[in-house]
């Protein structure tokens, strides 16, 4: 089955700084990687996707961009803020079937 | 939060007993799923389903199970099997096809005393 790294597990940015966060896949038939935003006590709520035949994807201060060679994909905030302090999850796999990376804690420093 | 409800959202049970989650979706998806949340895994995928009567083994189904018999419900059992159940557990939903999201519901917190 497919199996998703990612890194770092957490990641202190100053505010108006940009986060990034990276994340490997190991099934090369894979071709839906989501990016999932969960703040503390709440569900995971979808932030932005990016499917194989697409190499980047932007929205307003979240990019994401893909490497289907290398099988790596990352998630880009730019222009920081205090909200978007979270949990962040990356996802791997087809229609029916995910997997999830073990989160990126980000904290954004005022 | 409309879509998806899981219940309850807090539950306590001995060592040995079973206890069903529910999770019941009005967003006519297709397939349902639940995951497993602990500290530093991640999201991890203990069954799934992508029509009604049919589910499929996710990666840490053991001491776990579960049934479709309707579009709308897809509820989980955690036995006594599972070595440790005391998690958070996530159901979701999904539409699918090339533009569909996986829906979150609130979540279950299971303790295990």
């Known amino acids: 089955g497919e199996n998703v790294e990612q890194h770092p597990s957490t990641l202190s940015v100053q505010e108006g700084d940009s986060a990034v966060i990276k994340c490997t896949y190991s099934?090369?038939?894979?071709?839906?990687f989501p990016w999932y935003k969960q703040e503390l006590g709440k569900r995971p709520q979808l932030i932005i996707d990016?499917?194989?035949?697409?190499g980047e994807k932007k929205d307003q201060r979240i990019a994401v961009t893909l490497n289907k060679t290398a099988k790596h994909f990352s998630l880009h905030i730019t222009e920081t803020q205090p909200e978007d302090s979270a949990v962040y999850f990356c996802?791997?796999?087809?229609?029916?079937?995910?997997?999830f990376g073990a989160g990126t804690t980000v904290t954004v420093r005022a | 939060d409309g879509g998806i409800t899981q219940s309850p959202k807090y539950l306590f049970r001995k060592e040995g007993q079973n206890v069903t989650l529910s999770c019941e979706q009005n967003?006519?998806?297709?397939?349902m799923y639940w995951y497993r949340q602990d500290p530093g895994q991640g999201l991890r995928l203990i069954y799934y389903s992508q029509i009604v009567n049919d589910f499929q083994k996710g990666d840490i189904a053991e001491g776990y199970s579960v049934s479709r018999e309707k579009k709308e419900s897809f509820p989980l059992t955690v036995t006594s099997a599972q070595k440790n159940p005391t998690a958070f557990y996530l159901c979701?939903?999904?539409?699918?096809?090339?533009?569909?999201?996986?829906?979150f519901g609130e979540g279950s917190r299971l303790t295990v005393l």
């Open positions: 967003l006519n998806h297709d397939a």
């Open positions: 099934d090369s038939a894979s071709n839906y």
């Open positions: 990016i499917r194989s035949n697409v």
């Open positions: 996802g791997g796999g087809g229609d029916y079937k995910l997997s």
């Open positions: 979701a939903s999904y539409p699918g096809g090339r533009t569909g999201e996986l829906f």
